[in-house]
């Protein structure tokens, strides 16, 4: 196994067992995924354009962009915020709070989804009073926005945690003598150390929401031209028995979303920082 | 704080509230109903598959991408990681394209006799691939951590390869490996994209817990939509307890070692 046994170099069953693991996940992970942007690309880049350029097919792919890039930015600060409030406060119901930030990690997306559209939906009391003043959340773009913001809340949090404890108290008490306020301080002493952190925290949550399914078949009511999103575009396009379409939009973001990873992982490579899994 | 009310404590307290009007009996009753339970039965089913497959292949894998040089060893670091980037819709496309009709490997299957594309075989694929990085992060994280030198004493002093690792380097990952199979099995329970679109969600065959949930709501069939989610919901608080347990034991663990 894990044989320190340098000088001879791992044994011929070290190696057997090294290369089924290799071959496992080149099978199961990149042969599909070349085979899905092959496929995708295979009439050529026009016609790939053309796809993606369909009317639905476009408004789909601008519904997700956008909603994932504002779910983006806004869980950079709320993450960054909520990571804070965790590390610096001791509050009382500390413990239960910081399992609650991991629960979208834990509970099926779809869960997510049904618990949401019954609590924002319009037979609640919190739906209907917003309907009231003339906002629809579930069946709307809000709850995509919502549902997005549930399943990445880990991301940022658990991304910045860490960095946020490993900060030494002297130096805020070090600007608290020289007479920086709190806002200062936060920017002085705490953005800086904790700003890659934040970043590919907030990286990893729009590429999450650029692919997310479960909750949104759920709460956004799939509206074409609406509230319809790439991901169940993809979906009713499979279906209905065009592949190639799906293929497109699939292979659009896809590389949007590898490109988003690379990104982030480069960022945590360089930070030393450990991402939430899931 | 506010913040975290709204998105999640709520949420939760609603779907109690509302499962209450209906009545938790009557939910409850309806996942006992033959559909909910076979659609159980098989989330069960692929949990277990996965946890099994996912210990080996974590343990192993995590072992050859921290302790080995090879070839391979970036690609195979790059590729255990990108489950987490794919859409769930996208896996199972990429599937269908590969195993599906007119797919690359599909005479392959066909003269072997198996059907994948919407029966049990796709449902298996799809899940181990969702699931691929939890074990092996775990652990390859915790082995770079721990270091070389135990295993490295441990060969020294005579012990062979296998002693090494059940003696030495198990125990050292035995809390890694459980994380990852606690994430692995509430990711296999929540997976719900891909088997949807590899399995097709046909009742009694390869429907899950989750697609069961689905077509129940755009049936109508609330009742058993509310009790399969109460479910869920319950099993995957109960696993997120056990996922804080460990999160507690391994701090208490590595400042054991910080202070040593």
């Known amino acids: 196994m894990s044989s320190p046994r340098h000088a001879l170099g791992p044994s011929r069953f070290e190696r057997a067992l090294r290369s089924s693991v290799v071959l496992y996940v080149v099978l199961l992970v990149m042969l599909p995924l070349v085979v899905l942007v ?89 739906g209907s009073s917003f309907h009231a003043w003339g906002l629809d959340i579930v069946f709307a773009r809000p709850g995509i926005v919502l549902a997005l913001l549930f399943v990445t809340l880990p991301f940022v949090v658990r991304a910045v945690e860490p960095l946020l404890s490993e900060i030494d108290p002297a130096e805020e008490e070090a600007a608290i003598v020289l007479g920086a306020g709190p806002l200062r301080r936060f920017f002085t002493v705490f953005f800086p150390a904790i700003l890659p952190a934040a970043i590919s925290g907030g990286i990893r949550s729009l590429g999450r929401a650029l692919g997310e399914f479960g909750s949104i078949v759920v709460i956004a009511g799939n509206i074409p031209f609406k509230t319809l999103t790439a991901p169940v575009f993809i979906f009713g396009e499979i279906e209905s028995g065009a592949p190639k379409t799906a293929a497109a939009v699939s292979t659009f973001l896809l590389l949007f979303a590898l490109g988003l990873h690379a990104a982030a992982r480069m960022l945590e490579r360089r930070t030393g920082v450990r991402r939430a899994a899931g | 704080m506010f913040y975290l009310g709204a998105v999640l404590v709520c949420p939760m307290a609603a779907l109690v509230v509302e499962t209450g009007h209906i009545g938790i009996g009557v939910a409850l009753a309806a996942v006992a109903k033959p559909a909910a339970l076979s659609a159980l039965r098989m989330s069960l089913v692929l949990v277990v598959i996965a946890l099994v497959a996912n210990a080996l292949v974590g343990t192993f894998g995590a072992i050859a991408l921290v302790r080995h040089r090879f070839w391979a060893k970036g690609l195979l670091s790059a590729l255990c990681d990108l489950p987490l980037a794919v859409s769930p819709v996208m896996i ?136 399969m989610v109460l479910v869920l919901g319950i099993t995957s608080v109960t696993l997120l307890l056990g996922l804080e347990w460990i999160k507690a034991r391994r701090q208490a663990t590595t400042t054991g070692k910080a202070l040593k």
């Open chain 1, 38 to 126: 092959g496929f995708g690309l295979s009439d050529g880049p026009a016609s790939f354009c053309e796809r993606l350029m369909a009317p639905a097919a476009r408004s789909a792919l601008w519904l997700t962009l956008w909603t994932a890039l504002l779910v983006g930015t806004l869980n950079t600060f709320l993450g960054a915020a909520t990571a804070w409030v965790l590390v610096r406060y001791r509050l009382p119901a500390r413990a239960v709070l910081s399992a609650l930030v991991d629960l979208p990690l834990a509970i099926p997306t779809l869960v997510a989804g049904v618990m949401l559209a019954i609590l924002y939906g319009p037979g609640s009391l919190i």
């Open chain 2, 92 to 227: 199972g496309l990429a599937f269908l394209l590969l195993l599906g009709r007119g797919g690359l490997l599909t005479p392959l299957l066909d003269t072997i006799g198996v059907k994948v594309v919407f029966s049990f075989p796709g449902l298996v694929i799809a899940t181990l691939f969702v699931t691929l990085p939890f074990t092996i992060r775990e652990i390859a994280y915790v082995l770079e951590e721990i270091g070389q030198s135990e295993e490295e004493a441990a060969s020294t002093l005579g012990a062979s390869p296998w002693q090494t690792f059940f003696r030495v380097t198990l125990p050292n990952i035995r809390i890694a490996l459980g994380y990852g199979l606690l994430m692995t099995a509430a990711r296999t329970l929540g997976e719900f994209g891909a088997v949807l679109v590899l399995g097709g969600s046909i009742s009694g065959q390869t429907q899950t817990a989750t697609t069961f949930i689905q077509d129940a709501i755009e049936e109508r069939q609330l009742p058993d939509a509310y009790g």
